[in-house]
T-cell receptor, first 113, second 112 residues
Framework: DAGVTQSPTHLIKTRGQQVTLRCSPKSGHDTVSWYQQALGQGPQFIFQYYEEEERQRGNFPDRFSGHQFPNYSSELNVNALLLGDSALYLC????????????FGSGTRLTVV | KQEVTQIPAALSVPEGENLVLNCSFTDSAIYNLQWFRQDPGKGLTSLLLIQSSQREQTSGRLNASLDKSSGRSTLYIAASQPGDSATYLCAEMSSNTGKLIFGQGTTLQVKP
């Protein structure tokens, strides 16, 4: 039973560019949440997607956007990258918006230079 | 504003020692509290989840407690091993929102 899979595992982007990160939820899960984890910090909630709509959003600018597809997979897009966007981006899936069975992927390490 | 604080930020102990990691939270409407393990550069592995109606959960050498009245949770690790070396994060979920609020973590090193 595959867990949460994220791609790519690492990438390097230049300041000002745009990036798309991808997440496939655990089988049977229908909700995807994204988190940003800066070095030495705990993860911070970006947003949550359920039924292809953004249901909740954390304190992140509009440069951060997302999408959920009919198969429940999700993308995180970040525009106009800043050096401060360098972080580990974690995807978590669950059943329903209440967080049942919360499962994290291994993350995508984004470095902005 | 909901906040989660973990003390200490780092801890180094000799193998075999019993240890306690602390987590405090400000949310009075906590739905559940979870403890996670994170190895360097990796994702999060869930260790224990305590529902707001529960006082503690146990898994092997790990025991986590929850005291809503004081806003505190502790993770007890018995007979620590070098393989326990990792960062331990606690996170609370408020009122079934599906959103986790994390502490900054405690980085544990267990020396052989």
């Amino acid at each position: 039973d595959a867990g949460v899979t994220q791609s790519p595992t690492h990438l390097i982007k230049t300041r000002g560019q745009q990036v798309t990160l991808r997440c496939s939820p655990k089988s049977g899960h229908d909700t995807v949440s994204w988190y940003q984890q800066a070095l030495g910090q705990g993860p911070q909630f970006i947003f949550q997607y359920y039924e292809e709509e953004e249901r909740q959003r954390g304190n992140f600018p509009d440069r951060f956007s997302g999408h959920q597809f009919p198969n429940y997979s999700s993308e995180l897009n970040v525009n106009a990258l800043l050096l401060g966007d360098s972080a580990l981006y974690l995807c978590a899936s669950s059943l329903g918006t209440g967080g049942a069975g919360y499962t994290f992927g291994s993350g995508t390490r984004l470095t902005v230079v | 504003k909901q906040e989660v604080t973990q003390i200490p930020a780092a801890l180094s102990v000799p193998e075999g020692e019993n240890l306690v990691l602390n987590c405090s939270f400000t949310d009075s409407a906590i739905y559940n509290l979870q403890w996670f393990r994170q190895d360097p550069g990796k994702g999060l592995t869930s260790l224990l989840l305590i529902q707001s109606s529960q006082r503690e959960q146990t898994s092997g050498r790990l025991n986590a407690s929850l005291d809503k009245s004081s806003g505190r949770s502790t993770l007890y690790i018995a007979a620590s091993q070098p393989g326990d070396s990792a960062t331990y994060l606690c996170a609370e979920m408020s009122s079934n929102t599906g959103k986790l609020i994390f502490g900054q973590g405690t980085t544990l090193q267990v020396k052989p």
